[in-house]
């Protein structure tokens, strides 16, 4: 059994922060230069802890498999990062942030977590704006805002529609300075491939340099894991094509344990599936439900209509209807169920089917077609790209597609998984948003963790640790981690198989999207934990894995991700199957209420399920963490 | 459709690269070009072939990892968007597409069409920042930009540092990528302490690179997948010459060690 401590720090919500820094020990300044630490990702949370740690003095070594800090997945994000500022004077504050947030994730997130990240979110936009973050501002040169999902204010700050890469450029600016002075250093096509234990304690990760495939050792004081979500498992998503889960996965098989694997995100607004060719799903930012409205036709025979051929008083827009208090707005798992309903009735719109309209007439007529082109005009112009279509004059056509990963390695407090010195940040981890996230956070949350979390709660764990007396990586550990990662390597490449990897991953990603998709049972779930076994001994004898270990090789590069997804992906399953509830983004249709929507079952499932490895062809054991609530009444969502 | 591909292939660094043919299979036009290059990787792993090794990762235009020469032109026919967002729409049943790596002095090739771009971050440790120490900001609104300052700064830092501008110049020049992030900070209040050294230490880091001299082609503008503004080239010239005359009378120390 895994020991789970929250260390939740005692004393009221509002306090608990400020307590906790104020009783962290810290580390003498003249010994934090003794301490290295490792930083794995430079996304969001990596690149902003790695620069505000080597900013305190530690030593830090930063790891990326890009070919620059700056291109981790962060830099997509378009819609913009929340933060209880205030500066529209609509009645916001941090409670307010803390409670939308946690009440969007269907209380299935830690409360104290919750509300330091709403606490932080205001220092998250200081820092930002003093970094050089062309924020958009109104014409008195203050502070733009936007409203997003699940919010009833405007607390959405943002930088035309690409505010995820002006937050990670920042946050880049800040490890470029570091690195420039020496602070940091910067490993760029260097995959880490698995997390040295020793003792207990996380000291050291084995890397793969992606261009000359050579593997090296390195050991450090504390490791920190910030490699982003796991998305990707399902094959099509919004995520960069890169993104994977090995860091974390192989972190779990060397014991950290992986927290509500099944709690997946699935975004109302994609551009819908075309074909079997496809390698992304784009995302068509939530911030245009501001302005745009969803509708499908009532009646099924008109869904292959012409759009402006469907009556106004035909036309069901569904969203508005079902919930009134938030209409288009609605939070992300509700609104992406009520798009499948739809078209499970047979009237989605598109070749597919799989479709709903998102029209913007009423927005150009109240604004002007000008108006909505200053708002999101490189949003109608990505979805021109992609579909050859203008939607200022013919509504877009959306789907929900896979977006984030709420699930993750499971972290205390102080964000450190149940490994001593391992360390997880960002989407990697599971801690804030609980069975789904609202649009705007996750950007606060990478933030958050690495600019104003773990700078101090590392120190706790630092302390108890001797300066300079990190094991040297001719340790035994090290070789076996090393050796652990030259056999995988070898052994996919020595498959002698026929199929693509490609092959493997799409079949996957529609298991997983029957199986444990946006509605789950458990006959699906069940048939889905057959089918990955199966898929999985297929593909280690029927993979083709082209080309060369000592060399740039993005076959065995994939191959090596996509392995990992295929044991991943029943963990998904079979987290799902234990969740005997509804819950945010995890709908079991055995549990709905008589409105159709999401029956939590608190009583029996108010904890995060931590799974643990257990071995090769074991089950995994699953320890809870209760979830506690001191503060907040676990209500029924209502956004009606 | 189909379309006959000749495609750079390249081993190594150090080794000899040539052009190679392909026939791909039958496409659907709504596919990217990249996914015209998966499928076409896909069949040559089945026939035991190595496929062509090329940079992407977000697919939409906004990481900068995607690169490729298609037919003579950086980031493929059309302009303002990168490779990634090139759709086989834009070419004909029986087309033959040159496709090669971006070409610069200062991009060596890794492999096929993957080239090193790392130049570009160095440039920026010398100098593409602000210093400002993580909790040290003031308030977010203590400092009112105005409307039109901070939308020219988002123009500039719309870049994303994909390098088709060097490619695309026949002097291999970085000076469009340089400016647009001179310009971000130089038009912020934020910028201004610093403004001095960070163009003085960024320019002296770009030539260092072997980056070549700007004369005016403008060709980088042309390809920008962004299309970041070559009137940004002309407002670091003029940061440059005024930085440089002041730190003629000032001696103001230069580079990251002076800003730390
Ligand atoms: C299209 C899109 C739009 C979005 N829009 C918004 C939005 O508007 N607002 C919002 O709040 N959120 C948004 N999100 C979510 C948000 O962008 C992400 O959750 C967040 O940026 C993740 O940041 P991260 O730092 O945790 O990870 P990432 O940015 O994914 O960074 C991961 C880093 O880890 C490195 N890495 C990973 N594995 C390894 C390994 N094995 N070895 C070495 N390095 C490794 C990578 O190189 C990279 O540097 C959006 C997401 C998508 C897909
Ligand atoms: S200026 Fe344009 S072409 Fe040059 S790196 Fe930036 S985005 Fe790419
Ligand atoms: S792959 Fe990201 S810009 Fe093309």
Redesign the interface.
């Known amino acids: 059994m895994a020991k789970l401590e929250s260390k939740i720090p005692s004393g009221p919500l509002a306090q608990k922060w400020t307590k906790h820094k104020a009783e962290i020990k810290l580390v003498n300044p003249a010994n934090k230069r003794k301490y290295e630490v490792i930083v794995v990702g430079a996304g969001l949370a990596g690149a ?1 802890a790695a ?2 740690l080597a ?1 305190l003095g530690y030593g830090v070594k930063c790891f990326v498999f ?6 981790a ?1 962060s ?2 994000a378009q819609g913009g990062i929340n933060a209880a ?1 205030n ?1 529209q004077n609509d009645g916001d504050s941090v409670y307010r942030l803390f409670y939308d947030t946690i009440k969007g994730g269907d209380f299935r997130a830690r409360e104290a977590n919750v509300h330091r990240l709403a606490e932080v979110s205001v ?1 998250i ?8 973050v ?10 733009a805002n936007r409203s997003f999902g699940g919010a009833q204010v405007s607390r959405t700050f943002y ?2 529609g ?1 505010t995820g ?2 937050l990670l ?1 920042g946050a ?3 490890l ?2 570091m ?3 020496g602070a940091v250093q ?1 490993f ?1 096509h260097s995959e880490m491939l698995d997390l040295v234990v020793v003792g207990g304690h996380a000291k050291g990760i084995i890397v793969r340099d992606l ?1 000359t495939g050579e593997i090296s050792r390195h050991a450090a004081d504390a490791v920190v894991l910030a490699t982003g979500g796991y998305g990707n498992v399902f094959n099509l998503s919004t995520y ?3 993104s994977n889960a090995t860091a974390i996965w192989r972190a779990y098989k060397r014991g950290a344990c992986f927290a509500n694997p099944c709690f997946t995100q699935i975004h109302p607004t994609c551009i819908p599936v ?2 079997d ?4 799903l ?1 995302l068509m930012s939530e911030s245009l439900r501001n302005d745009g409205r969803i509708w499908v036709p009532k009646k099924p025979e008109d869904s292959k209509k012409n759009p402006s051929d469907i009556a106004e008083g035909d036309r069901d827009y569904y969203l508005e209807r079902m919930y009134p208090a938030f209409g288009n707005l609605a939070p992300r798992d509700i609104s992406s169920r009520a798009a499948k309903k739809v078209c499970d009735e047979g009237r989605g719109v598109g070749a597919s089917g799989l479709g709903v309209y998102l029209d913007f007439s009423d927005a150009i007529k109240r604004l002007t077609e000008a108006g909505v082109r200053e708002r999101y005009g490189n949003l109608f112009d ?1 979805y021109h ?2 579909t ?1 279509e203008n939607a200022y004059q013919v509504p877009m056509r959306i789907f929900p597609a896979v977006h984030y990963t709420m699930g993750g390695l499971w972290v205390d407090y102080n964000l450190m998984s149940n490994v001593p010195g391992l360390f997880v940040l960002g989407e990697a981890n599971f801690s804030d948003h609980g069975a789904n996230r609202l649009g705007a956070s996750a950007l606060m949350q990478g933030l958050a963790d690495g ?2 979390v773990l ?1 101090y709660t590392i120190a706790d764990y630092l302390v108890g640790q001797k300066p300079a007396a990190r094991p040297k990586t001719a340790a035994a550990e090290f070789q076996q981690a090393e050796d652990n990662v030259r056999g995988i390597t070898a052994r996919l490449l020595a498959v002698p198989g ?3 990897i ?2 493997f991953h799409k079949r996957l990603g529609k298991i997983l999207w029957n199986g444990c998709g946006m509605a789950r049972n458990a006959t699906n779930l069940k048939k889905a934990l057959q089918e990955i076994p199966a898929l999985r001994a297929e593909f280690w004898q029927n993979v ?1 894995v ?2 060369e270990d000592a ?2 090789n ?2 065995l590069e994939r191959a090596g991700r996509v392995a990992d997804f295929l044991e991943l992906a029943e963990l998904l399953c079979v987290d799902a199957l234990d969740r005997d509830e509804s819950c945010g983004c995890h709908f079991r249709e055995e549990h709905v209420d008589p409105e159709g929507e999401c029956l939590r079952n608190d009583d029996q499932y108010a904890y995060a399920a931590a799974w643990e490895y257990q071995g090769e062809g074991q089950a995994p054991l699953l320890n809870k963490e209760p979830l506690v609530y001191e503060t907040v009444h676990m209500a029924k969502r209502n956004y009606k | 459709m189909k379309v006959k591909l000749k495609v750079w292939r390249q ?2 660094a150090n080794s000899a690269g040539g052009f190679k043919e392909y026939e791909t299979p039958d496409l ?1 036009s ?3 070009f ?2 015209m290059l ?2 076409v ?2 069949e ?3 026939k ?4 062509i ?1 090329f ?11 995607c690169s490729l020469v298609i037919n003579g032109k950086p980031h493929g026919p059309h302009r303002g ?1 990168a490779t990634c ?1 090139t ?1 086989m ?1 834009n070419f004909s049943d029986g087309d033959v597409i040159t496709v090669e790596p971006f070409r610069a002095r200062s991009f060596p090739v ?2 096929d069409l ?1 080239v ?3 130049a ?2 160095r440039i ?18 203590a ?5 039109e300052a ?2 020219l ?2 123009d500039a ?2 870049c ?2 994909c390098g088709a501008c060097v490619a695309a110049c026949k002097n291999g020049s970085a000076m469009l990528f340089v400016s647009a992030k001179v310009s ?2 130089g038009l ?1 209040p ?2 201004q302490p610093e403004r001095d050294q960070r163009v003085l230490a960024m320019v002296k880091q770009m030539d260092a690179e072997g980056f070549g001299n700007c004369t005016n082609y403008y060709e980088c503008s042309a390809v920008c997948p962004k299309l970041i503004s070559h009137e940004f080239i002309a407002r670091m010239n003029r940061d440059f010459l005024k930085a440089t005359l002041r730190s003629a009378f000032t001696q103001a120390p230069t ?3 002076a ?2």
Request: hydrophobic share 35%; proline share 5%; glycine share 10%.
């Open positions: 902003s620069a505000s900013e890009h070919d620059s800090p700056r291109r997945h830099i997509a500022k500066y220092n936009i200081d820092q930002c704006v003093a970094q050089g062309p924020f958009a501002r109104e014409y008195g040169g203050l502070l930088a035309r690409q890469q002006q450029l880049y600016s800040a470029s300075r690195i420039g002075l910067m760029t261009v960069a094509r890169n075309t074909g060719y496809q390698s992304k784009t990505i790209e992609i050859d600019y104003f700078p026929k199929e693509p490609s092959h083709n082209p080309g060399a740039l993005q076959s | 081993m190594s659907n709504n596919m990217s990249l996914e998966d499928v990787n896909d040559l792993t089945i035991g072939e190595e496929p090794a940079d992407h990762d977000c697919r939409e235009g906004i990481c900068g990892t968007v967002q759709y729409r890794i492999k993957i090193d771009r790392s570009f971050d920026m440790q010398v100098g593409g920042f602000i210093s400002v120490r993580t909790g040290s900001a003031c308030d977010a609104n400092v009112p930009v105005p409307k901070a939308d700064a988002m830092a719309a994303i540092g971000q900070f912020l934020q910028g580079g990251a060690s800003a730390g």
